[in-house]
């Protein structure tokens, strides 16, 4: 094997977390796989606990790359994610809650509150979106009325491949 450069593909799914290796000409080299760990603490909720994650993301890149003697012959790497499954982090990068996963149905209340209130019409001429509990607005009012200190300390809010990246 020559030391040409390679690139890598990551993608942190619902129910896998998947890295492939390829050459600079697209020919995968190598595929790995490993379960996504999710949490179900009780019906319509699921979330990811992040230091989970990241350590299952390290551990597919492992498992990938294996094959390598040189791991710096890896000059890129691309990460795709699941949609609306966020992390809210505070100013130094450190989630202040798990991701809420994106079929976690957990903020239905705030989802009727902002149509019996704001209304489904005017929101969706707004923002080109109905209003579904999976959506994030809906995740963050959920936090402030239910976990308000996570949420005093977050300053962002991202989705699961800028997380991980």
Known sequence: ??????????????TNIKALIADL???????????????????GWAYY???EVWTSVCD?????TSFLKE????????????GETAYPVDRDG???????????????????????NIGAERIYKSCRM???PIYGLCKLLWMRDNKPYALAKTTSWLNTADFIA
Request: glycine share 6%; net charge negative; proline share 8%.
């Open 1 to 14: 094997m020559t030391s040409s450069p390679l690139i890598a593909g990551l993608d942190v799914g619902t």
């Open 25 to 43: 000409d697209g020919t995968v080299l190598s595929i790995a796989s490993v379960p996504t760990p999710t949490h179900y603490p009780e019906p």
């Open 49 to 51: 606990e992040p230091t």
């Open 60 to 64: 597919v890149l492992l498992k990938a």
């Open 71 to 82: 791991s710096s012959r890896i000059v890129s790497i691309a990460v795709a994610s699941v």
């Open 94 to 116: 450190q989630a202040t809650h798990h991701g809420i996963a994106w079929f976690d149905t957990r903020a239905k209340t705030q989802a009727d509150w902002l149509v019996e």
């Open 130 to 132: 109905s209003i579904q």
